[in-house]
C-alpha cells in the first residue's frame, strides 16, 4: 500500500484544515484501519487519531479531542483528518499509516502497529 498526505498548509490559530490520505491499494484499503500521527521540530512522533477499517471506530488524542476528526471513504481509498480550532501547538509534519489488523486496540496509539507510511505534510498554525 503506497499512502500519499495532502492538504497541509499554512493558518492561522483558530483556523481549520482538512488533511487527505490517499491509498494506492485499491482492493485492500478497506482491510486497513488508518491512523494519523504527527511530529514538531525536536520533538518525538506522536499519535493524533486512528479509524477502524469499516469507520465505526474511532480514537483520538487527548490534545486533539474535540478538535479533529477523523473519517474515512473507502470507495475513494482515502482517509481524512478535518482539524478545527488549531493552535500553535498543533504545528507538525502530519503522517498517515496503515494498519493491517483493521481493528482498533489499545496498540493502534504506537507507530509500531502500522505496516504502512505516507511522506508527511507540514501543518503549520501562527498566533
Known amino acids: 500500500v503506497q499512502l500519499q498526505a495532502s492538504g497541509g498548509g499554512l493558518v492561522q490559530a483558530g483556523g481549520s484544515l482538512r488533511l487527505s490520505c490517499a491509498a494506492s491499494?485499491?482492493?485492500?484499503?478497506?482491510?486497513?484501519?488508518m491512523g494519523w500521527f504527527r511530529q514538531a521540530p525536536g520533538k518525538e512522533r506522536e499519535f493524533v487519531a486512528a479509524?477502524?477499517?469499516?469507520?465505526?471506530?474511532?480514537i483520538y488524542a487527548d490534545s486533539v479531542k474535540g478538535r479533529f476528526t477523523i473519517s474515512r471513504d473507502n470507495a475513494k481509498n482515502t482517509v481524512y483528518l478535518q482539524m478545527n480550532s488549531l493552535k500553535p501547538e498543533d504545528t507538525a509534519v502530519y503522517y498517515c499509516?496503515?494498519?493491517?489488523?483493521?481493528?482498533?486496540?489499545?496498540?493502534?496509539?504506537?507507530?509500531?502497529?502500522?505496516?504502512?507510511w505516507g511522506q508527511g505534510t507540514q501543518v503549520t498554525v501562527s498566533s
Open positions: 499509516a496503515a494498519d493491517g489488523y483493521g481493528v482498533l486496540g489499545g496498540s493502534s496509539k504506537y507507530g509500531n502497529s502500522y505496516d504502512y
Open positions: 479509524i477502524s477499517w469499516s469507520g465505526g471506530s474511532t
Open positions: 491499494s485499491g482492493r485492500t484499503f478497506s482491510s486497513y484501519a
